[in-house]
């Protein structure tokens, strides 16, 4: 398998997709997929115009990327946009892409868009690895739905972000791009790819029973008790300083989060709103009578995680390429430390190719979890050659 990518940060969306596609293309004989992301300043259906004006036959699908991207040149951001593409071309795979708004139903939209990958992929059977893209709201129902065409196959991916969660994000694939929806891409090829879906917290002592919750992501009580008295009890903060998007940074070093039921993999709720009524809402979905465990994590902690996900992800492949999605949360708390981050994270993929987008959710797996959903996460995918 071959790898390259690609970046821009031109101020004509169309020609930054000419750039973008330039790049990545180079040495790239028969591209069978470029997984791109972008700025939410650009006119995304103008960029994979310009891209498909250097290579029509390409398959593109991603998302908008919070703030930058990174690239083994280093951290592309611009005042006017910034987009970056990996592009990978390999004989012995195939990629089959697909996309569609959320419609009615999610999980009927997951169903919808699986069976199209598949077609578009010339396949009748389930992939060995797929990657998702979707508006950061319902992406568990888009996961159900896709699992009820594939089954539990390996995934890896991440939910569209912008530069203020305003909900300015775009999911796009071939010539689409919306604001509320879901991409895939379903791999089949006969190279390993592996997925390293990691928080890289700290669990604490602090458990509590979720006792009641609403519409999967709004944690009302803890152990009985208003859900935001019990973390600010937790965390020695004052509730009523944690209303509104005032949680979303305070709690970045100190998330929750609950542990799959083989209990290998502890899946990070990103606490992200506090309400009037000291319930608070978090970026995945949250179940009743499960328990809820305090995390930390430092700012170093969260560069050496990025870079135990690197090593782990090369561990035992001969990568090609490095395809890593960086929690945008994270990236948020690491604030003016950010070229640490890169820094860290070039030397520990070495010459590898990589793109590195920041996202508002996080999708993969650890030791037969199944597939999950997480925020404040990385999830780092490696292709052999």
């Not at 390999?90 to 009615?104: F, I, K, M, Q």
């Not at 050496?304 to 690197?310: E, K, M, S």
């Amino acid at each position: 398998m071959k790898a390259m990518v690609g970046s821009s940060i031109l101020a004509d969306s169309f020609e930054a997709g000419v750039e973008t596609a330039k790049g990545a293309l180079k040495g790239i004989k028969n591209p069978k997929v470029g997984l791109l992301f972008s700025s939410v300043k650009y006119n995304q259906d103008e960029l994979i115009k310009g891209i498909k004006s250097v290579n029509s036959d390409i398959k593109v699908l991603g998302c908008t990327s919070s703030g930058a991207i990174m690239t083994p040149e280093g951290i592309i951001s611009g005042e006017n946009g910034f987009a970056g593409m990996l592009t990978l071309d390999d004989n012995e795979l195939t990629v089959g892409v697909a996309s569609s708004p959320r419609g009615e139903d999610p999980r009927a939209t997951g169903v919808k868009i699986a069976t199209e990958a598949m077609k578009d992929a010339g396949k009748k059977f389930a992939p060995v690895a797929f990657a998702m893209f979707a508006s950061p709201a319902e992406e568990e129902y888009y996961l159900k739905g896709i699992q009820d065409v594939i089954g539990e196959v390996p995934m890896f991916g991440g939910s569209a972000a912008d530069d203020a969660v305003v909900g300015d994000w775009k999911i796009f694939c071939q010539d689409k791009s919306f604001g509320d929806g879901c991409a895939v891409a379903f791999f089949y090829t006969t190279k390993d790819l592996k997925n390293v879906f990691t928080g890289a917290y700290k669990e604490t002592n602090k458990v509590g029973i979720v006792t009641k919750v609403e519409n999967d992501r709004k944690i009302c009580e803890i152990d009985g008790v208003p859900a935001l008295k019990k973390y600010a009890e937790w965390n020695n903060m004052n509730p009523d300083e944690l209303m509104g998007q005032n949680l979303l940074v305070a709690s970045i070093p100190y998330a929750l989060g609950v542990k799959t039921v083989q209990g290998d993999l502890t899946c990070v709720r990103h606490p992200m709103v506090g309400n009037p009524d000291y319930s608070f809402n978090v970026g995945a979905k949250v179940a009743e009578k499960t328990a809820i465990i305090q995390l930390e994590n430092t700012v170093d902690g969260l560069i050496q995680g990025a870079v135990d996900a690197v090593k782990e992800a090369k561990k035992g492949i001969d990568p090609a390429a490095l395809f890593m999605i960086h929690c945008g949360g994270r990236k948020l708390c690491i604030g003016d430390r950010i070229d640490e981050d890169f820094v860290a994270i070039k030397n520990a993929a070495g010459d590898i190719p990589f793109i590195v987008a920041f996202t508002f959710g996080e999708y993969g797996q650890a030791n037969h979890s199944g597939a999950n959903i997480g925020g404040l996460s990385l999830s780092f995918t490696s292709f052999s050659k």
